[in-house]
């Protein structure tokens, strides 16, 4: 994974992680505006919100899609 990501990056990390953007942003400690601007390529992630999104595509890569969470606190979808 690059060290920056871009939109489209975002999106499928969101995706691979069987999350909305709601429980995604909840995972990173923004709100969910913040998550559909960086989607949306409005925005670019934080150098924290960035740390936070390498960990979580770590934990992705890991367990496969649908991770537990980032140090067990990340919310998974409960559709899936």
Same mark, same amino acid.
């Given at each position: 994974?690059?060290?920056?990501?871009? $939109?489209?990056?975002?999106?499928?990390?969101?995706?691979?992680? *069987?999350?909305?953007?709601?429980?995604?942003?909840?995972?990173?400690? %923004?709100?969910? $505006?913040? %998550? +559909?601007?960086? /989607?949306?390529?409005?925005?670019?992630?934080?150098?924290?919100?960035?740390? $936070? @999104?390498?960990? @979580?595509? $770590?934990?992705? /890569? /890991? /367990? *496969? +899609?649908?991770?537990?969470? %980032?140090?067990?606190? %990340?919310?998974? +979808?409960? +559709?899936?």
């Amino acid at each position: 994974m690059p060290d920056k990501l871009d $939109q489209y990056d975002i999106i499928d990390l969101r995706r691979r992680s *069987g999350m909305k953007q709601s429980e995604f942003a909840v995972c990173l400690g %923004v709100d969910k $505006q913040t %998550v +559909n601007r960086w /989607e949306k390529g409005k925005r670019r992630p934080s150098k924290l919100a960035m740390r $936070q @999104l390498h960990r @979580l595509h $770590q934990k992705i /890569e /890991e /367990e *496969g +899609n649908h991770p537990k969470g %980032v140090d067990n606190d %990340v919310p998974t +979808n409960s +559709n899936g």
